[in-house]
């Protein structure tokens, strides 16, 4: 008797899906390894998604629906883009290689679209042009992207290293730094040794940074402003 295969839906994919990119990387991510996670042929994945991208765009959705419902509305537009980025970094951080999926996916999905206007309303109330408040949120969100991508990666790399070398590749690390001068090294020495780079993915780096892009788009609100 031909035995059958185990019933799945969507849903049940997705979910897969997420646990599958968070033991590996999105690069060895496949609709056969997934198609086995479920127990699967992997044909039958393509009744519900037409291909891995397509995949990805509905777990981009996915995850822009997860944003909006926790993106709050009140506030003016630095308070509304404050809670954008904390929001968007909260959300991201919970779901493995989510960043990679949006932005490796374009709005085409209606949760993303509804994402990417939400986005564009906490600017709507400022006297940019359009074209700058579309640069302004870009260059938020993109902060935040790179952010969690690059603190996702550098974790993944002092695992990886204390894993192989130990403390060892500290000292190796302390002796080279030793060995160079004071004018090819300096500053990267005393930064070193004092820890300040294991700040780095913090909250309060994070934190730091959006201030500092507020900062640019309330002094180029200004100058527009002056010139009216």
């Known amino acids: 008797m031909k035995k059958q295969q ?4 969507e849903d049940m994919i997705l979910d897969a899906s997420w646990k599958l990119l968070g033991e590996e990387d999105i690069e060895k991510f496949s609709l056969r390894r997934l198609a086995d996670r479920l127990g699967i042929q992997a044909p039958s994945l393509y009744w519900y998604f037409k291909s891995k991208q397509d995949l990805y765009y509905r777990l981009a959705n996915q995850v822009s629906k997860i944003i909006l419902e926790e993106l709050l509305s009140e506030g003016d537009w630095k308070e509304q883009l404050t809670d954008l980025a904390v929001t968007i970094r909260s959300v991201l951080s919970r779901y493995p290689c989510s960043t990679q999926l949006m932005m490796m996916t374009l709005p085409h999905e209606p949760d993303m679209i509804r994402f990417t206007n939400r ?19 870009l260059t ?20 990886a290293i204390l894993k192989e070398q130990g403390e060892h590749s ?12 004071e004018t090819e090294a300096g ?17 309060g780096a994070f934190e730091f940074g959006v201030k500092l892009i507020l900062l640019g788009i309330e002094q180029v609100i200004q100058a527009k402003t002056n010139t009216l």
């Open 187 to 203: 500053l990267f020495r005393r930064i070193y040794k004092s820890g300040l780079f294991d700040l780095m993915g913090t909250d």
């Open 6 to 9: 185990p019933q799945i839906s």
């Open 170 to 181: 500290n000292r190796e690390m302390i002796r080279l730094l030793d060995s160079m001068s």
């Open 140 to 159: 938020l969100v993109n902060y935040v992207f790179f952010f969690v991508l690059d603190d996702y990666q550098h974790q993944r790399n002092v695992s």
């Open 119 to 137: 986005m564009l309303l906490c600017v709507e109330s400022t006297p940019l042009e359009e074209e700058q408040k579309l640069q302004a949120v």
